[in-house]
């Protein structure tokens, strides 16, 4: 009784977790981003900004959004750092990638890092966020602009999006994140992730499954045929939103199950 009602709490409420890159040259901001999204996505204080120091290894955040658990992992982005980022490819759900939209000089360099990260094999339909970051600042280009200087090739079969953003203020970081949790939510490198991983069955959008009568149904039918194994309970449920608890016999659950898939 208690595993079924543990099960079924654990089901409506764990959340789905996705892994996110965050990428980009040195000193575009990614690190300042990821205090920020802390503090604008959680209570916690991010590090101010003159506390943070140039990455040499992983910075590690992680977030809650609406049913989903998200984990950042920010790399440095100085030249001798960045044969490190592919280690992590295999894992990843999604990438931001954080350009300094305030620094011209540095857009080709920003460029060709980008066009490597997406010719890599193991990053194939991540979805992609690039973050025009550092919009505080007068001179800042606006995302339209940036998009049009790095006139990308290799974006056609991706899903992605340039986003205008300041890590200093936070302009435009909680639209970022909502739009890379809609995108990671439907997108076929999640489904191929968790395949891998072994995990069956949709990935849950907020009440997802429950939120019709039919998924209940078919959810708790599932859930009939596991505790009638090992409680010796029984569950019959009523075409309302209260659910009935009684004890029965097991082979009349089976064919309560039936019933359930031979509606289908
Ligand atoms: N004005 C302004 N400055 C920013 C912003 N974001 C970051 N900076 C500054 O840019 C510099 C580099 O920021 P970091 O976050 O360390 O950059 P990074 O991309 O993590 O750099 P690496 O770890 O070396 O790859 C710091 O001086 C930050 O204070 C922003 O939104 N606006
Ligand atoms: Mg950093």
């Not at 030249?79 to 280690?87: A, C, D, Q, T, V």
């Not at 995302?143 to 790095?150: Q, T």
């Not at 739009?179 to 069955?201: C, F, I, P, Q």
């Not at 997802?208 to 449920?237: H, N, P, Y």
Request: neutral net charge.
């Amino acid at each position: 009784m208690f595993s079924l009602f543990y099960g079924l709490w654990k089901y409506i409420f764990s959340k789905t977790e996705f892994h996110v890159l965050i990428l980009g040259i040195d000193k575009a901001g990614k690190t300042t981003l990821l205090e920020k999204l802390k503090s604008v996505h959680s209570n916690l204080e991010g590090l101010p900004p003159d506390r943070i120091i140039p990455t040499v290894g992983l910075n590690i955040g992680r977030i809650e959004v609406a049913n989903s658990k998200l984990v950042f992992w920010d790399l440095g982005g100085q030249p001798g750092l960045r044969s490190i980022w592919e280690k992590y490819y295999e894992e990843a759900h999604a990438v931001i990638y954080v350009i300094d939209a305030a620094c011209p000089s540095r857009f080709e360099d920003a460029k060709s890092a980008l066009e490597k990260v997406l010719r890599h094999d193991d990053l194939q339909g991540a979805p992609l966020l690039i973050l025009a970051n550092k919009q505080d600042l007068t001179d800042a280009a606006s995302a339209e602009e940036l998009a049009r200087y790095l006139d990308l090739k290799k974006l056609d079969e991706r899903v992605y999006i340039f986003e205008a953003v300041s890590a200093y203020d936070g302009m435009g970081i909680k639209e970022s994140v909502e739009w890379l949790v809609e995108v990671m939510e439907r997108s076929k490198r999640t489904e191929m992730l968790r395949a891998r991983a072994g995990v069956t069955g949709p990935v849950k959008r907020k009440w997802g499954l429950v939120s019709t009568w039919r998924g209940l149904q078919k959810f708790m039918s599932a859930c009939i045929l596991t505790s009638s194994e090992q409680d010796d309970l029984q569950l019959w449920l009523f075409p309302s939103p209260m659910v009935a608890v009684l004890i029965g016999k097991k082979d009349q659950m089976r064919k309560k199950k039936c019933q359930v898939c031979a509606e289908e």
